[in-house]
């Protein structure tokens, strides 16, 4: 049986294994999930992507959305509101808050997240191992102009850092001021301190195939790769690396890919992303029809690129894509 490992973000991450199961159904598909998006809120542990891969792998995504339950209705937001009590710019469903006061609940009884994401797995069963990429606190941060953050509406009571600038939660720089405002550096705050999640480092040691879908390079995947040793096991497995742009035509196909690119100074073009990762962990890279003069470029660069259709569509459109990465992988492992 065909082991592969997936670093992952959400809505795209989650879209691209819904694909990658309908192209590969024999396979062992082991997802590492970012959890630098996570935040606490209204006293409970949210972590966004790992919910997204879920549901959406379960069956109970909002489609249109890509994020949030199926049939959502908002009766506790409204009350919060009517009482006072923010952040009203992150609106929890009444359904989604069921799956957030379960995971509160049994960290709080000292369960750690692994544990936490096996057992609302249990439920949902999305046909995958999903694992956190650590059990520690790891949040990331966007670190922007303090005029910038105040304008945008509430946003706490930090103080100006160096040269006027601050930092805010990414969910703040995504969801409140909707990545309009430039974005001068990217923090995981705590990832210097984390530890890979129990079974991450094994998942990635005994792969055939490592897969980086097109997710945020920057707080998706980078996120992943920030944690110490998840590179280290990335890069020491002897499984082919393939990865997927997630930009064509030199912009992200949703998403704020550009903004945090331009952050850690990288060019928004599917070239500078596979130069960004690097054939240290890269060994091949998928880049859409339009962007089909970067191949050169990114083969130069020492990882082998092909140019296929990269919108993901529908489930066959993005199962063609899994087989295309699927079949890239195979001949770096040929040659």
């Known amino acids: 049986m065909q082991r592969i490992v997936v670093l992952a973000g959400g809505i795209g991450g989650a879209r691209f294994l819904r694909g990658l199961k309908a192209a590969a159904p024999e396979a062992e598909i082991t997802v590492i999930g970012n959890t630098g998006d996570d935040i606490h809120l209204f006293g409970l542990k949210i972590c966004p992507d790992l919910d997204t891969l879920m549901y959406t792998l379960g069956g109970g995504i909002h489609e249109e959305q890509g994020w949030g339950r199926a049939g959502e209705t908002f009766a506790v937001k409204e009350e919060l ?3 006072g009590m923010g952040p009203q710019w992150f609106g929890l469903g009444d359904r ?4 957030h006061l379960v995971r509160t609940r049994m960290l ?6 692994s544990a936490v994401t096996e057992a609302l797995c249990a439920r949902w069963r999305p046909g995958v191992r999903l694992l956190p990429m650590t059990d520690d606190r790891v949040e990331t941060h966007v670190v922007i102009d303090a005029a910038a953050a105040d304008g945008g509406g509430s946003g706490g009571d930090g103080g100006d850092g160096e040269g006027g600038r601050r930092a805010v939660h990414f969910q703040e720089y995504w969801v409140r001021l909707r990545a309009r405002v430039p974005a001068h550096g990217i923090v995981p705050v705590g990832a210097e ?11 990635l040691a005994a792969a055939d195939v490592i897969l980086f879908p097109p997710s945020n390079p920057v707080v998706s995947i980078g996120t992943i790769l920030a944690v110490p040793g998840i ?4 890069t020491g497995s002897a499984a082919p690396v393939v990865g997927l742009s997630p930009l064509i035509g030199g912009a992200p196909v949703r998403g704020m890919a550009d903004k945090v690119l331009a952050a850690i100074g990288v060019a928004a073009d599917a070239a500078s992303v596979a130069r960004h990762y690097g054939p240290e962990l890269l060994d091949g890279w998928l880049v859409a029809p339009q962007d089909a003069d970067a191949v050169p470029e990114v083969e130069k660069a020492g990882i082998r690129c092909r140019a296929v259709p990269l919108l993901m569509t529908g489930q066959e459109a993005t199962a063609a894509m899994a087989r295309e990465a699927l079949a890239l992988a195979e001949e770096v492992r040929a040659a």
Do not use: C, F, Q
């Open 81 to 83: 509101a009517a009482y």
């Open 231 to 234: 590179r280290e096991a990335v």
């Open 108 to 113: 709080a009884a000292g369960y750690p997240l």
């Open 96 to 99: 989604d808050i069921a799956t």
């Open 193 to 203: 301190a984390a530890s890979p999640a129990p079974g991450v480092s094994e998942a």
